[in-house]
């Protein structure tokens, strides 16, 4: 199985910090790659996948990157309501993988 | 618009069986893979299992193969896990998510249904 590794796993920033996540990948993936937000008590909601493709509706301050093993997911300036969860996920082999899960807090 | 509704959870024993469900709707289902997904208490996401759009190609984690099933009735619109020996870390949320077209992903969620294994 392919194991996906997040960094950090907690992040304390500011509003209008700039929050670089990593993924990284046990294997070369392509770009098989999606991030998710995810808040208390609600579904995943899905910002990017393809690793850089944005999904109709979420914020341009959100992108993604990265191709084969190592991708990120940056937020150019935080919001309040960006403060949650954040997850990658690998959909090139079964069976799909997501990673630890990063979470964004306010300092 | 896209809906989707899981059912079926609950309190139940460790070695029971219990059948969720996800009705459809908004959408074509017949034309899309559905998964299901699911999150233990204050833990992350887990992927447990997926169904092609025709019901023909299913996919299971490691964690779950043998012991849950899943399947799906496009004439109801309706996704289906069926889950034996149940075991208390198979406490969670349990999700469906609809895959997003040829891409590896899940563009729609339901809102999850709480299973919990306890004696």
Known sequence: DIQMTQSPSFVSAFVGDRVTITCRASQGIDNWLAWYQQKPGRAPKLLIYAASTLQPGVPSRFSGSGFGTDFTLTISSLRPEDFATYYCQQANFFPWTFGQGTKVEIK | ?119
Request: aromatic letters at 12%.
């Open chain 2, 1 to 119: 618009q896209v809906q989707l509704v899981e059912s079926g959870g609950g309190v139940v024993q460790p070695g029971r069986s219990l059948r969720l469900s996800c009705a459809a709707s908004g959408f074509s289902f017949r034309s899309y893979g559905i998964h299901w997904v699911r999150q233990a208490p204050g833990k992350g996401l887990e992927w447990l299992a997926a169904v092609s759009y025709d019901g023909s190609d299913k996919y299971y984690a490691d964690s779950v193969k043998g012991r849950f099933t899943i399947s799906r009735d496009n004439s109801k619109n309706t996704l289906y896990l069926h889950m034996n020996s149940l075991r208390a870390d198979d406490t969670a949320i349990y999700y469906c998510a609809k895959e997003k077209e040829r891409v590896g992903t899940f563009d729609h969620w339901g809102q999850g249904t709480l299973v919990t294994v306890s004696s």
